[in-house]
């Protein structure tokens, strides 16, 4: 998914204006490969959770990588 919000920059939010819209590509973002694509999605940064967060799913790819 790619989502679209605004960042104003301090000096932006001080005169009222609003700055360059920023997209955040979010949600099932799981190796390198996939946060490269990002970019050419149109996305300007790029939100990975559950694939550096989670241990319990870090390990059954782990397991699951030992026992195939
Ligand atoms: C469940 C949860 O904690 N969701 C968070 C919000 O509460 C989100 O910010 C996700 O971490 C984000 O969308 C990344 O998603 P994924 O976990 O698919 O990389």
Request: charged share 15%; hydrophobic share 50%.
């Amino acid at each position: 998914m790619v989502a679209e919000g605004r960042v104003a920059t301090p000096a932006r939010a001080a005169e009222g204006r609003i700055a360059t819209p920023a997209r955040a590509a979010e949600g099932r973002i799981a190796t390198p490969a996939q946060a490269a694509e990002a970019p050419a999605a149109g996305a300007s940064s790029v939100v990975v959770g559950t694939a550096v967060t989670a241990s319990t799913a870090l390990t059954r790819l782990f397991v699951d990588g030992l026992t195939s």
